[in-house]
């Protein structure tokens, strides 16, 4: 009988297995941290995507206004050798001429302060973009990870399973049958039907058991069950 008990602990074994395996299943942790992590990346991305636009726009702004700018100064230029070579002694045309070169000289440097500060905020975007980017790529690589060790617990779940049931189907044919249909019996109504005792404490219910129980499971004549919860109980090995 102690060989049949022995059997049914490892069959028990088996089940734990099984169990074990369909919570790593159905435990959908992975699945919302993936989730997480993706949504995470999506609004990375857009925040990217939103950088990179307003970068572009920047830096069409200032090349339209260098471009501006340069022929301000052509303009300029001209305006001046106008006013050396054709005034000649004309005050109108000469106060008209220093006027424009004056209105020329000061837009020049309004653009040329705005091009400056559209250079700067240019940097400041170009920064901020990169540094996006490298959250982007980190991001990706933590997604990558964690997939990588989500696919790993799903492959061993799912191993665990494929080993419990071989433990179950190879014991299931060694056990008697009447054996096998008290602790399916106990097994729709507990989930572990067979218990150790250890210290003399069913370690499914914690409650200490008697000396009579004691001595017949030393005893190992037949199978003993808890006195309080109605458990198969079996020793530890010696």
């Known amino acids: 009988m102690k060989d049949v008990i022995r059997k049914l602990a490892e069959l028990q074994k088996g089940y734990d297995k099984i169990d074990e395996g369909d919570k790593g299943i159905k435990n959908n942790k992975d699945i919302s941290i993936l989730n997480k992590i993706k949504k995470e990346f999506q609004e990375l991305k857009l925040r ?10 920047v830096k069409n702004s200032s090349a339209d206004l260098s471009n501006q700018i340069e022929i301000q ?6 305006l001046e050798d106008k006013l050396y070579k054709d005034c000649g002694s004309d005050l109108k045309m000469i106060s008209k001429c220093e006027k424009e070169i004056l209105n020329y000289k000061e837009t020049i440097n309004n653009e040329e302060n705005e091009y400056f500060s559209l250079m700067e905020k240019e940097d400041i975007l170009s920064k901020e973009k990169d540094e996006l980017k490298a959250e982007i790529v980190n991001l990706k690589q933590k997604f990558d990870d964690y997939k990588t060790e989500a696919s790993l617990r799903l492959a061993e779940s799912k191993m665990k399973i494929e080993e419990g049931k071989q433990i179950v189907e190879s014991l299931e044919k060694e056990i008697p049958d009447e054996v096998l249909n008290i602790y399916n019996s106990l097994k729709r109504q507990k989930n572990n039907p067979i218990v150790l005792v250890k210290k003399n404490v069913c370690l499914g219910c914690k409650i200490k058991l008697p000396k009579m129980t ?3 499971l030393n005893e190992g004549k037949e199978i003993i069950y808890c006195d309080n919860c109605g458990r198969m109980i079996y020793l530890p090995e010696k």
């Open 73 to 78: 100064k052509e303009d300029l230029l001209k």
């Open 214 to 216: 004691i001595t017949k």
């Open 48 to 57: 990217y995507i939103e950088k990179k636009n307003e970068l572009e726009k």
